[in-house]
């Protein structure tokens, strides 16, 4: 059991955020799981993450010890884009799920770190080493990687204060009125199905600020490819923003139904139906990522190029509708 007493400077500060500001070993995510898990105490009671601290409050927490793993190294080629002593960008592939779960307990991003890495940061878990933030299975693009645990909390802050900068292409379903626009909606569990998340603007629901910008590159008629900027890191975020604006992104199982091009011709709804199937999951693509090294603070920009299945959807798109829909 460790104590740290509130001094005057920190009145008023959230529980949760304290503690992430004063333990090196926690990040915020991770104050508010030993909260829950009630391994923290104030003035010997429970209270919630947000409790609003006074000064010389007694704050009473305990670290867990760390947990037996049985992930194991595999042997999984990456697409490397960086790599120094402190942090990895990868290129990840379509179809790659970033750490084991319920149903994917093999074959995913953190069993071929393990092989790749001698030491990765113990932030996120033992399930989730070195893991800063998660692309969805079927979304491709870069992700970082920290390697030690300073590089993880100076990653996350820079998440948690938007100066790390996300940005993905979307190729979604209509023809957007806007040529920019942010969407400002918060996102939740789906209140009928666990498997999804919402935009829930009900104080009766949980859910968390979720801010994705918007801006339309190329149109073609039916379909327009987007440039999604991230604010916040909400599971699903673009997903859900891109649906709830009335365009969802092309090829997305759970956000955008089973829609098939339907006009145009028979030669080229059916090509067109053809390349949607061979994306295996949604036209989105995380191609552009930029943050601050954890340990220099020189400014990191990194691209990588749509996957060729997008590509594929896209050059057609552009061959096809170039005259009259760009």
């Not at 890191?233 to 829609?259: K, M």
Request: with cysteine; aromatic share 4%; hydrophobic share 40%.
């Amino acid at each position: 059991m460790t104590h740290i007493i509130v001094s005057q400077e920190d009145s008023g500060a959230r529980l949760d955020a304290y503690l992430a500001l004063h333990v090196p070993e926690l990040s915020r995510s991770a104050a508010q799981r030993l909260i829950l898990d009630g391994c923290v105490s104030v003035g010997g009671q429970a209270v919630r993450s947000s409790y609003k601290l006074s000064p010389g409050e007694d704050i009473e927490y305990t670290l867990p010890k760390a947990k037996p793993t049985d992930l194991l190294p595999e042997e999984i080629s990456l697409d490397i884009v960086y790599e120094d002593e402190d942090i990895l960008v990868i290129n990840k592939p379509k179809g790659m799920v970033v750490h084991p779960a319920p149903g994917s307990p093999s074959g995913t991003l953190v069993n071929a770190l393990i092989a790749h890495c001698k030491g990765l940061s113990a932030v996120g878990g033992v399930e989730r080493p070195g893991i800063v933030h998660r692309l969805d299975k079927d979304t491709s693009g870069l992700i970082m990687v920290a390697k030690n645990d300073a590089a993880h909390h100076a990653l996350q802050k820079q998440i948690q204060s938007r100066s790390a900068e996300r940005q993905y292409l979307a190729l979604v379903w209509g023809n957007p009125k806007f040529e920019r626009a942010v969407v400002d909606a918060p996102i939740g569990r789906h209140p009928l199905d666990r498997k999804k998340m919402a935009v829930i603007e009900t104080a009766m629901r949980h859910s968390r600020e979720a801010v994705t910008e918007l801006c339309v590159l190329e149109r073609y008629d039916i379909m327009s490819l987007l440039c999604a900027k991230l604010q916040t890191g909400r599971t699903h975020q673009v997903r859900v923003h891109a649906a709830y604006a009335g365009h969802p992104v092309v090829g997305d199982p759970v956000y955008s139904g089973e829609r098939r091009l339907n006009f145009g011709g028979k030669e080229l709804m059916g090509r067109v139906n053809q390349l949607i199937d061979n994306l295996h999951g949604q036209a989105l693509h995380a191609f552009s990522l930029s943050f601050n090294h954890p340990r220099t603070g020189e400014r990191l920009s990194f691209t990588a190029p749509m996957p060729e299945d997008m590509q594929a959807l896209v050059s057609f798109l552009r061959e096809r509708c170039s005259s009259t829909c760009r």
